[in-house]
């Protein structure tokens, strides 16, 4: 199985609580030195916790099923204090 493949199936583990907050992920890239780089998507993209996300959920299902990845980045990651970002209708 492919590197991208192993990546996938590692999302496909966590997809279904980002769409429960109306959000999702795609991958990007995969560069040589192992970085996955990922774009959040629905309310993923918008929402001041994707940080949290990011880090505590989509990078340790990714790094524990595919041990060769060194780094998980997003693309387009909603900074904590944006005055655009918007939670989740359900959050709380």
């Not at 907050?21 to 990007?28: H, I, L, Q």
């Not at 959040?40 to 041990?67: D, F, N, Q, R, W």
């Amino acid at each position: 199985m492919s590197l991208i493949d192993r990546v996938e199936r590692a999302l496909d583990t966590i997809r279904p609580y980002l769409e429960t907050d109306g959000g999702n992920v795609s991958v990007e890239e995969i560069s040589p030195e192992g970085v996955v780089k990922l774009r959040l998507l629905g309310a993923c993209g918008s929402c001041p916790m994707s940080i949290m996300t990011l880090k505590a959920g989509i990078e340790e299902a990714i790094k524990k099923a595919v041990p060769e990845v060194t780094a998980v980045e997003a693309v387009n990651l909603t900074a904590i204090d944006d005055p655009n970002a918007v939670l989740p209708a359900n959050f709380g």
